[in-house]
């Protein structure tokens, strides 16, 4: 569903603008569209940004040097080394620190005209009304689905429109929701049921483009200003799909889930398959022993930062796709492992499903195994 003609501006114009102000935001004030009366209504809204990492980053950045008048910055994270490959507000000498502090300091020094109020927490369904309420938009970049169905049903219950987007390795989605709309649409129409952890894996297993970030939360900017200023055409009742790797864009149309749509059948839920689970320090006496073996189930760019040695590479999802385990694993005991876990516990029970009753998985994963038994191998 597209809409020829913008939505009424959310937020009305402030007060005058000083000439100080008249030079900053000069270049938004020859925009045809906007003009002084556009950048009193920035100056005068209200905008609360879920997330200070990918994507809260070029949001909170450009968000202030357009002159939004105040950003709550909602996030309850610190900085990690591993950040700073894409979140650009934070420095290395902030590692550590907690990131709505370092991405309030950031704001502060970019421009003095915007107010900067900091929540570090996690929102949740029993705060996110009380978190997002008083503002006239919210970004949405956080990084997990638990959140973000968060921050959907409050404002769809609070009625605020909602700039959200996701982001992993190449590939980018983006839409915005508005609540009160005919066929108005929110995020569980796109997700009415939430992905399988296993089956969503995040940035720190998977890997993002760092630019895309950036490209990414540069367009829910823009999104934001439209909203507010009332021009343009948002992206209302589309998502938008963004391929960084062959630099492509299309979008596809998002109506209320059950409206005219054919029914979806769903995979049948799978019986959960119990474990056993080996410590880090556990899978090394094993080795020593020469019983196990070791099954890396991690993507060959992580291979490339270091295994266990003598393991097997077989990324999970090929894993996956084997119907027997003939010609595939030697006789022995299989330990497997990732990163972190879920993708083990899943290529495990996949194992055990096929008839192979001896398999375990190293608890805590690579990261385990850095830490405990070869901390010369680096974190990632």
């Known amino acids: 569903m597209t809409r020829p003609v913008p939505l009424a501006p959310l937020v009305e114009p402030g007060q005058a603008l000083t000439p100080e102000q008249v030079t900053r935001y000069s270049r938004h004030l ?22 200070a990492g990918g994507l809260g980053s070029p949001i ?5 040097a357009a002159g939004v008048g105040h950003l709550t910055i909602i996030d309850d994270d610190v900085i990690d080394t591993t950040n700073l490959q894409r979140q650009v507000v934070h420095r290395s000498d902030a590692v550590g620190v907690r990131k709505v502090d370092s991405a309030a300091d950031y704001v502060r020094g970019l421009n003095p005209d915007v107010s900067v109020e900091v929540r570090h927490t996690r929102i949740t369904p029993d705060n996110a009304q009380d ?43 983006i839409s915005t929701f508005v609540p009160g709309l005919d066929d108005a649409v929110s995020l569980r129409d796109l997700f009415p049921v939430p992905p399988r952890p296993e089956d969503v894996p995040s940035c720190s297993e998977a890997g993002v483009l760092g630019a895309l970030v950036g490209q990414v939360g540069s367009i829910m ?5 439209k909203l507010i200023c009332g021009f343009g055409e948002p992206l209302v009742g589309r998502v938008l799909l963004v391929d960084a790797l062959s630099q492509r864009t299309r979008e596809i149309p998002l109506r209320p889930a ?27 006496a094993m080795i020593g022993s020469g019983a196990p073996v070791l099954l890396d189930v991690r993507e060959p760019a992580e291979h490339e930062l270091g ?16 119907d027997e385990l003939d010609h595939h694993l030697p006789d022995g005991p299989v330990v497997v492992y ?43």
């Open 30 to 51: 020859l925009v045809p569209g906007m003009g002084i009366e556009a950048q009193r209504r920035l100056l005068a809204a209200r905008v609360a940004v879920v997330g």
């Open 60 to 64: 909170l950045a450009y968000l202030a």
């Open 131 to 173: 978190l997002l309420g008083e503002h006239h938009l919210v970004l949405d970049g956080a990084d997990n689905f638990p959140t973000r169905y968060a921050v959907s049903d409050a404002c769809r219950a609070l009625g605020l429109p909602v700039v959200w987007a996701a982001v992993l390795r190449f590939d980018a989605q």
């Open 221 to 225: 900017a823009g999104e934001a200003v």
């Open 258 to 284: 059950g409206a005219h749509l054919p029914p979806v059948e769903r995979e049948p839920v799978r019986e959960m398959v119990p474990l056993t689970e080996h410590s880090a320090e556990e899978v090394s």
């Open 307 to 322: 295994t266990v040695p003598g393991a097997l590479r077989v990324p999970v999802g090929e894993v996956l796709t084997w």
């Open 338 to 380: 990732c990163k972190a876990g879920p993708r083990a516990r899943r290529a495990a029970a996949h194992l055990v499903r096929l008839g192979r009753d001896d398999v375990s998985v190293m608890t805590g994963g690579m990261l385990a195994w850095i830490e405990r038994v070869d901390p010369s191998l680096p974190t990632y």
